[in-house]
């Protein structure tokens, strides 16, 4: 059974910095692709990054430079690294995972960007 947990979100002031942490079960994360994504209120979800098993790495535009996904292989935890947080941030954030061609979806954790 393959379970994603995500912690880490929370409310920041513009410019600060959170780490969001996905826990993988039930399959070797450094086997799979992961990804972050994030739905804000009223729009559709979007990834925002993604790391291959071979570990190629690709960003949104919008998050190019401020974020960074990295993954620890001993811990199966997916990390996703937020710097320069903007109040259009402000999302629900999921981790994912495809195996077998089946989705899966962690529980998501709540960003919130505002001063």
């Known amino acids: 059974q393959v379970q994603l947990v995500e912690s880490g979100g929370g409310l920041v002031q513009p410019g600060g910095s959170l780490r969001l942490s996905c826990v993988v079960s039930?399959?070797?994360?450094?086997?799979?692709?992961m990804g972050w994504y994030r739905q804000a209120p009223g729009k559709q979800r979007e990834r925002v990054a993604h790391i291959t098993k071979g570990g190629y790495i690709n960003y949104v535009d919008s998050v190019k430079g401020r974020f960074t996904i990295s993954r620890d292989n001993d811990k199966d935890i997916i990390y996703l690294q937020m710097n320069s947080l903007k109040p259009e941030d402000t999302a629900v954030y999921y981790c994912?995972?495809?195996?077998?061609?089946?989705?899966?979806w962690g529980q998501g954790t709540q960003v919130a960007v505002s001063s």
């Open positions: 994912h995972t495809e195996v077998g061609g089946e989705n899966y």
């Open positions: 039930g399959i070797g994360s450094r086997f799979a692709l």
